[in-house]
């Protein structure tokens, strides 16, 4: 059974682990796994054909745990215990809740203080407990209703009997039911660096890099004080060397080498591309969730993947999602001899982000784009993928990868004759 220590508007946890308001899915997915001896029969739980309109949940079944992410920033919004008798809890070090302490009302009375009256819920038949970033819920009778007016603790129970906890949330301010997720906690930062947004640069219709506002640990004037979150943009466009994006980005995450490029079939006059001995290689950045290729040669910049990082994808877990903003006019009409008709001025600029859907596009923007190619993804250990297979469109300089239910998996960027520059070795 787990003992964790309850810190209302904060976190739920002990001495080894603690899972923080605010955390992103992935964090908390990394802590679980690492205590996978105690922590076992773990459940996720999300929409399949609308991911977007229900939290994502993960859902520790053997200990009475749910811990509710927001569905489009990706970070813990509430922590609820909803079987009170499968954990051990502690307010301050002491117990409230445990085989030898029952977290009746006096019980919580006793370990939490005095607040205001609480609210009784007449459906649900629940009588709830608010504190500011924490509430219990007490399941009631609808015949003791009439007589709450002083408070639970007024209320009278047949054999001295007292109502018990049956649910337990921990939320960021006073309203669980307006509650939201919290922004990336300082003590989430491990050192990373993570990304708000990410805005696609474009110059007459084509894509020149990206601008990313990022967020890092920033030392405060003195080394007693706790490190402060600090914003920085920095820019990486096509042909940058890979200093550059080192020196902008940091360290990636990881460097992975391309073995083959199974879409060069697609290419004209592909048996006549030479192969070559050297790979192209990536900088994954997965606390941005964004991939940058460079070229194998000229070790500058070639393309950029963001990832959206949904359920239901085969890469789901692996990203944070790229919170990104790609400005694209609509086509100009044009006559029969290819001249423009009508200007497209910027009121008609149709702006993609990670949570647009691509039917949506199809219909407002990217009526030309071409038919889609199949794309089944796989491992080098295990060819199965539950998941199945993505769709990927083609416009302008981007591909967009699509999922079944129409959610955008990941856009690449690419520039199809990128600046030549002097080739550096790295």
């Known amino acids: 059974m787990l003992e964790l220590e309850v810190v209302p508007e904060r976190s739920l946890g002990n001495d080894q682990w603690e899972l923080v308001l605010g955390m992103a899915f992935c964090q908390a997915v990394h802590i679980l796994q690492q205590q996978f001896r ?37 970070r813990l919004k509430i922590i609820e215990v909803y079987n009170m008798t499968k954990v051990k809890l502690k307010y301050c070090g002491l117990p409230f809740c445990s085989p030898e302490v029952s977290p009746t009302i006096e019980q919580i009375d006793h370990s939490f203080g005095a607040t205001h009256p609480g609210v009784y819920d007449s459906v649900q038949q629940v009588f709830a407990l608010n504190f500011r970033g924490l509430s219990f819920c007490f399941p009631i009778e609808s015949k003791f209703q009439p007589r709450y007016a002083h408070g639970l603790g007024s209320l009278r129970f047949p054999n001295g009997a007292s109502p018990i906890v049956s649910k337990m949330c921990i939320y960021s301010g006073n309203s669980l039911t307006d509650t939201k997720a919290p922004s990336l906690p300082m003590s989430c930062f491990y050192n990373h660096v993570y990304l708000e947004k990410l805005d696609v640069l474009r110059e007459n219709d084509s894509t020149v890099g990206v601008k990313l506002q990022l967020m890092t640990e920033a030392l405060g004037p003195s080394k007693l004080l706790e490190p402060q979150k600090q914003t920085v943009v920095r820019v990486i466009k096509f042909g940058d060397s890979a200093q550059d994006v080192v020196a902008a980005l940091g360290a990636s995450s990881k460097v992975f080498y391309k073995a083959e490029d199974k879409m060069k079939i697609h290419s004209p006059n592909s048996h006549k591309l030479l192969t070559s001995r050297s790979s192209d290689y990536f900088y994954n950045y997965f606390t941005l969730g964004m991939d940058v290729l460079f070229d194998s040669r000229s070790h500058r910049v070639q393309k950029f993947i963001l990832h959206t990082n949904y359920p239901g994808h085969y890469n789901f877990n692996m990203y944070f999602r790229c919170n990104f903003n790609i400005a694209l006019s609509p086509p100009k009409p044009q006559d029969p001899e290819g001249a423009v008709l009508v200007d497209v001025t910027d009121q008609n600029t149709q702006t993609i ?19 889609p190619v199949v794309l089944n993804r796989t491992s080098s250990t295990n060819t199965t993928n539950p998941f199945g297979s993505t769709f990927c469109y083609g416009y302008e300089d981007m591909i967009f990868e699509v999922m079944p239910n129409n959610h955008i998996a990941s856009v690449t960027l690419y520039q199809k004759k990128y600046p030549k520059k002097s080739s550096q070795t790295v």
């Open 353 to 371: 982000t990670a949570v647009s859907k691509w039917d949506t596009l199809q219909e407002r923007l990217l009526k030309q784009s071409e038919r």
């Open 38 to 74: 105690v922590i076992r029969r773990v459940e996720v739980v999300y929409s399949e054909l609308n991911p977007l309109t229900m939290d994502l949940i993960i859902n520790l079944t053997q200990d009475g745990i749910k811990l509710i992410f927001d569905s489009v920033s990706q």
